[in-house]
């Protein structure tokens, strides 16, 4: 039996100009403020943080960022860091697919990110999935394993860590992974908890992420290793989003 409490995160990504974005906020707020037995996270660009942290402000729902520099200030153009964000979001999507795709993010990169949010009090909610060719050559569990490690090296604070299982080919391709695939992959992170900290591998919240909807989302949760989901695309329709957040508050 699951003791752990499901959370719904949604990943705007580059998404949504600042009024669009406050709109958005305020149209989840309204529909899914009071659905109770889930935790509800939305992480909508950079520019919007400040506006939306407003809209959210005594709400039951949180803000995250979708990514960080490990850095605390310093000669970084363009990049925001852990101190600027402290106080601002809860959370920090860390090594999506599409930052360790189209701007190299390493393992090693991630990880330092991981310790740097962590020491600033903001949840990791650390992504990792392998592609098409690694599924189809059956070396996925190898891989997982071995970036999920990497990307936790040097990690402790494992009270505030939230993974999220997101196989690149599911990632806005409307091909979502069986709910079997995506309970093999989540116990296989459950096992490398339990090897570098035994005590909190069932604590540890994992996701899956790769088209979820609100048909597809049950499936998932019903799974046991499975404690909600990272969305991408069906998190920006406010009632699409919240129809998802509640279906995750009945599991
Ligand atoms: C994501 O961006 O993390 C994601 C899972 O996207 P989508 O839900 O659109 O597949």
Redesign the pocket.
Known sequence: MKHRKNIIVG?W?MNTEVKSGINLAKQILDLSDNITNVEKIICPPFVSLTSIAKVLKGSSIQLGAQNVNANENGAFTGEVSTAMLHGLVSHV?LG???RRMFYDESSDQVSEKAISASKAGITPIL?VGEDFSVRKSGKAVNFITKQLEASLQGFSNWQSLII?Y?PIW????GE?ATSGQAQEMAAVCRDIICSLTPDFSNSVHILY?????STNVTNFLEQPDIDGA??????LNAQEFSNLIRLASSK
């Open positions: 990943n990504k999507v999506h697919s599409e992504c999220a997101e599911a990632i806005g391709t979502a992420g790769g088209s979820v909807n990272l969305v991408g695309g069906a998190s």
